[in-house]
């Protein structure tokens, strides 16, 4: 099994910025995809973006896109989601996830515990 914990999370004014870090141990980082979820209260769990296993490509929702930026530092074990443009549609709890294969669903092997987004207007 991997660990998965998630940090970074904070109260923004819309606009603003966070950047979310998740950071993996318990197995080779690199051998999994990693990505990154939302939900909202009352909400389904959304995909938000993902990142394959070198990073050599990325996906992501199209209401992040162009926003948001999922990145990975294989050395770190540390899969990062850079956050700009905040919207408080943006609230929500933040996961992230690791998978073997590549990540285009909330479908994922491993989920961190979560770190809570909250966009004010």
């Known amino acids: 099994q991997v660990q998965l914990v998630e940090s970074g999370g904070g109260l923004v004014q819309a606009g603003g910025s966070l950047r979310l870090s998740c950071a993996a141990s318990g197995r080779t980082f690199s051998s999994y995809a990693m990505g990154w979820f939302r939900q909202a209260p009352g909400k389904e769990r959304e995909f938000v973006a993902s990142i394959t296993r070198s990073g050599g490509s990325v996906y992501y929702a199209d209401s992040v896109k162009g926003r948001f930026t999922i990145s990975r530092d294989n050395a770190k074990s540390t899969v990062y989601l850079q956050m700009n443009s905040l919207k408080p549609e943006d609230t929500a709890v933040y996961y992230c996830?690791?998978?073997?294969?590549?990540?285009?669903?909330?479908?994922?092997?491993?989920w961190g515990q979560g770190t809570q987004v909250t966009v004010s207007s």
């Open positions: 996830g690791a998978d073997r294969n590549v990540i285009v669903t909330t479908r994922v092997d491993y």
